[in-house]
């Protein structure tokens, strides 16, 4: 019996420090890793700055063009992107271009609608993808410096015309994520 609860001991001996050296290993390993991130991590580290760039007050946006054959997605693009300035960014939208201090402007070069899954018995579409695709740009008028020189951005929204859905929701909702990219492009390089 004596023997028996030795070797039981032994074996938790033997047990406590095997995890008392994964242990050791554990936490060496995790100081080396942070060492390691802190000596090859960002060279600035984090920053309170803005990520628009500064100078800046109020945008004048202009209504797009629209050189697609849907009518009335330039609205809805122009009112999306007038929004997300005002929201997402430290701009003001002006509604007169000589109060502005920059101006935003650009064409919807393709408005395209597309058939994304079908029904397999009579073919008709059960779901269709609107795709709208602009050019932008973002001017200065203060110093005449392009801040977007013609960039080329698109967006995609689907949507069913089995759940009453048009497409006018799907343009609605493509000109929102197109709007939402375009004040991802507003954001000063790194």
């Not at 050296?21 to 309170?48: D, H, K, P, W």
């Not at 430290?90 to 070069?109: C, L």
Request: hydrophobic fraction near 40%.
């Amino acid at each position: 019996m004596k023997n028996e609860k030795s070797r039981v001991l032994r074996c938790g001996e033997q047990f406590s420090i095997l995890n008392y050296q994964f242990t050791i290993r554990s936490v060496t390993y995790a100081l080396m890793t942070c060492a390691l991130m802190t000596v090859a991590g960002c060279e600035g580290g984090y920053s309170n700055a803005s990520l628009y760039p500064e100078g800046i007050g109020t945008v004048y946006v202009e209504m797009f063009d629209n050189q697609s054959f849907r009518r009335g997605v330039e609205y809805e693009l122009t009112d999306a992107l007038a929004k997300r300035i005002e929201a997402q960014t430290p701009y003001k939208i002006v509604t007169s271009r000589d109060r502005a201090d920059t101006v935003i402007s650009g064409q919807i070069v393709q408005a395209n609608e597309s058939v994304l899954t079908t029904e397999r018995q009579m073919g008709r579409a059960l779901e269709k993808d609107v795709e709208l695709l602009a050019v932008v740009s973002w001017k200065n008028l203060q110093t005449g410096e392009l801040l977007i020189d013609n960039r080329t951005v698109s967006a995609s929204a689907s949507y069913s015309e089995w759940q009453g859905q048009s497409f006018a929701y799907g343009s609605t909702l493509a000109a929102n994520s197109l709007a939402s990219r375009i004040v991802e492009l507003m954001e000063a390089g790194w």
